[in-house]
C-alpha cells in the first residue's frame, strides 16, 4: 500500500510540474512578450539598423577618407536636416554610444559629401585604394572654368564629381574648388559618351544638374550614428543653399572676341573708375548682406559682367536690382552709415521706388526696386523735372550666381532675355550715349506724380 502511494505521490507531482511548466509558458508567450515586447525588442536589436547597406558604404567611406586624410564633410540635404531637427541629440552622444540608426540609414540611393580640393594633398591611388575595399568608383572631370580667360591654359581638366558604389548605395562625393571672391564652387556633372548611363540613377543626384556656388562653411565634428564627421556649423543655412546655388560663368570666350573688335579702354581715368566701381561695389554687396537682401547685376553693370567680363569704363556708375519685397525701411541708413550719402530718392514703396548713393570719385550707385506681376517684371523711374514716370518691362526671371570683379555675386539665370529687354537684339555694340527715357527698347510711359505727392516722391539731396 505505501508503496502505491510513493507512486501516485511521484505520479502526482511530475503531472504537477508538468502543468505548472505549461502554464509558465503559455504566460509567457500572451501576456509578459505582450506587455513588454517593446523593451525586448529594444534590447533584443541594442544596434538597429547598423546592419544596413547604407550605413556599411558609409562607414567603410569615413574609414576611407580618415586613413587616407582625405578633406571631406558631409552635405547630404536630408541627413542634415535631420541632424538639425535632433542637434541636441546629436551633441551629446559619444562615439559608440548609441544603439539605432537613425540617420544615414533613412532610405535613399545616395549619401552626399564634400571634398575641399585645394585641401586634398595625396588623390594618387585613392581609387585603387576604394577598390580594395569594395567600392566601384568613378570620376568625372571637366574643363577648370577659372582658366577660361587664359588661352595657354584653357581646356585644363580638373575632378568635378566622384561616385563611389558599395553594393546597392553610393557615396556622392562633390569636389568643391576655391574660386578668387572667397567661396566654395562646384562644377556640372555632366557624363561623357564612355560612361555607364546605369552605374547609378543619376537622375537622383542632388548635385551637379549644373554647377554651385556656396558659402565657405564654418565645420565641426560630431558623431552621427556612431560615426565621427564633419558638418557645417549651421547644417540649415547650408540646406537652404542648396536649391538657389545654380551658378552661371562668365562667357570669356566671347568676352575675348568683343575686345578683339573693340579695343577695351586702358585709359588711366578707364583704370581708375573701374577701380573706384568695383570698391563701390564690394562696399554695396558688404551692406545689403549684413541687412540680408538679396541683390543682383542690372542694367549696365549687369551688361558689362555679360559681355565682356568686366565694368563698362564708360557707364559711370554701378546699378543693382532688387525685389521690392526685400527691401528694408532702414536700407537708406545702412549706405548712409556705410559712408554713401543719399543722392536722390525717387517713388515710393508701392510705385516706382529708386534710390541712388553717392561713391567716391564721382561714381554712384543706382538701385532698382522690381515689381512681379502675372506675366512680367518691371521697374520704374522718374523724370525730376516733370514728374513724368516711367516703367521698364521684363520678361520673368530667377537668380543664379557668378563671379564678377573677384566677387560672388547674383544676375539674372535668364540674362540674355533680360539684356535684350534692356538693350535690345544689338546689345554686342558698344553705345556710349544712352537716353533711360527713351534708348531702352522695354520702356514705356507710365503717367505722372501727382504734384501733391512730389516731396514725397522727388527727393534730391
Known sequence: MSRINKNVVLALLTLTSSAFLLFQLYYYKHYLSTKNGA???????????????????????????????????????????????????????SQGSISQCTFFCAPRDFTAFALQYHLWKNEE????????????????????PRLDGIDSLSGTEIPLHYICKLATHAIHLVVFHERSGNYLWHGHLRLKEHIDRKFVPFRKLQFGRY???????????????????????????????????????CRYKEARAFFQQYLDDNTVEAVAFRKSAKELLQLAAKTLNKLGVPFWLSSGTCLGWYRQCNIIPYSKDVDLGIFIQDYKSDIILAFQDAGLPLKHKFGKVEDSL??????????????????EETDHMWNGGTQA???????????????????????????????????????????????????????????????????????????LY
Not at 585613392?126 to 574643363?143: D, P, T, V, Y
Not at 553717392?358 to 515689381?371: A, C, E, N
Request: glycine content about 6%; overall charge neutral; hydrophobic content about 40%.
Open 125 to 144: 591611388g585613392w581609387f585603387r585604394i576604394a577598390e580594395n575595399m569594395g567600392f566601384q568608383c568613378l570620376k568625372i572631370e571637366s574643363k577648370d
Open 39 to 93: 523593451g525586448l525588442s529594444k534590447s533584443k536589436g541594442s544596434r538597429i539598423g547598423f546592419d544596413s547597406t547604407q550605413w556599411r558604404a558609409v562607414k567603410k567611406f569615413i574609414m576611407l577618407t580618415s586613413s587616407q586624410n582625405v578633406p571631406v564633410f558631409l552635405i547630404d540635404p536630408l541627413v542634415l536636416e535631420l541632424i538639425n531637427k535632433n542637434f541636441e541629440q546629436v551633441k551629446n552622444t
Open 354 to 371: 529708386e534710390l541712388s548713393f553717392q561713391g567716391k570719385d564721382d561714381v554712384k550707385l543706382d538701385i532698382f526696386f522690381f515689381y
Open 211 to 249: 554647377p554651385g556656388a556656396f558659402d565657405r562653411p564654418e565645420l565641426q565634428q560630431v558623431t552621427v550614428d556612431g560615426l565621427e564627421v564633419l558638418i557645417p556649423k549651421d547644417p540649415m543655412h547650408f540646406v537652404e543653399e542648396v536649391p538657389h546655388s545654380r551658378f552661371i560663368e
Open 385 to 459: 523735372k516733370t514728374g513724368k514716370k516711367f516703367k521698364y518691362l521684363f520678361p520673368k526671371f530667377t537668380l543664379c550666381w557668378t563671379e564678377f570683379v573677384d566677387m560672388k555675386v547674383h544676375v539674372p539665370c535668364e540674362t540674355l532675355e533680360y539684356i535684350e529687354a534692356n538693350y535690345g537684339k544689338t546689345w554686342k555694340i558698344p553705345v556710349k550715349t544712352w537716353d533711360w527715357k527713351r534708348s531702352p527698347p522695354n520702356v514705356q510711359p507710365n503717367g505722372i506724380w501727382p504734384i501733391s505727392e512730389w516731396d514725397e516722391v522727388i527727393q
